[in-house]
């Protein structure tokens, strides 16, 4: 049985680990009820490695893009964007089981353009915009906001997110290792490469 559903992957208890690339993604289709094509692609695939499995990828994508004020109705939906999803799911044309994109890849694509979310936000984000971020996530001390701002700075961008990792797990990891645990569930201390694996350490560390 699995806790990832179409309502759950915007809840609080699934999204506080999603790194943030993935709660940029979140919040450009609840703003918006759509997201255009690297966006869709983006988050579709994530979703996907967390384990939303089709049919609630589905529930997801039409209940994001066809309610609030202003959104499509379910026949565009189902017209132009259906084909779409399942087709990121291998369930269409070439039938290619698409990976979710790890940090590489993502900083490959073409960066956002105003009113797109997808791309690595400590790349993507000015300065000013990845401090309102930062606090966001809790980090209001200068100078852990500081070493984050270096690694974007200097292109280091999985380093920033690590850094961020780190400095928004600190507790949990350090009761792990005062524990003794740490050493039999071993914490992966490597540098964040892929979103998937940020959202896995970051549940595996509350487990
Ligand atoms: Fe996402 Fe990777 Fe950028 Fe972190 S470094 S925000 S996981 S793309």
Request: aromatic share 10%; charged share 25%.
């Amino acid at each position: 049985v699995t806790d990832i559903t179409a309502d759950s992957v915007i809840s609080e208890g699934i999204a506080r680990h999603y790194p943030l690339c993935g709660t940029n993604l979140v919040k450009g289709v609840l703003a918006n009820h759509h997201l255009r094509f690297q966006g869709r692609q983006q988050l579709t695939l994530f979703l996907k490695g967390i384990g939303l499995n089709i049919d609630q990828a589905m529930i997801f994508w039409q209940k994001q893009f066809t309610s609030g004020p202003g959104a499509m109705t379910i026949d565009k939906f189902q017209k132009e964007y259906r084909y779409n999803i399942r087709h990121s799911y291998g369930l269409e044309g070439a039938r290619i089981n698409y990976r979710p994109y790890d940090c590489r890849q993502i900083l490959k694509h073409p960066r956002p353009a105003k009113g797109e979310y997808h791309g690595c936000p400590y790349r993507d984000f000015t300065s000013e915009r990845l401090v309102v971020q930062l606090e966001e996530m809790g980090i209001n001390d200068k100078q852990s906001q500081v070493e984050v701002l270096d690694q974007k700075e200097m292109g280091n961008y999985q380093n920033a997110c690590t850094k961020v990792f780190e400095l928004t797990h600190k507790s949990q990891m350090e009761k792990l290792a005062a524990s003794g645990l740490g050493k039999t569930y071993k914490v992966d201390q490597t540098s964040i490469a892929h979103p998937n694996q940020y959202f896995e350490r970051s549940r595996n560390l509350e487990r």
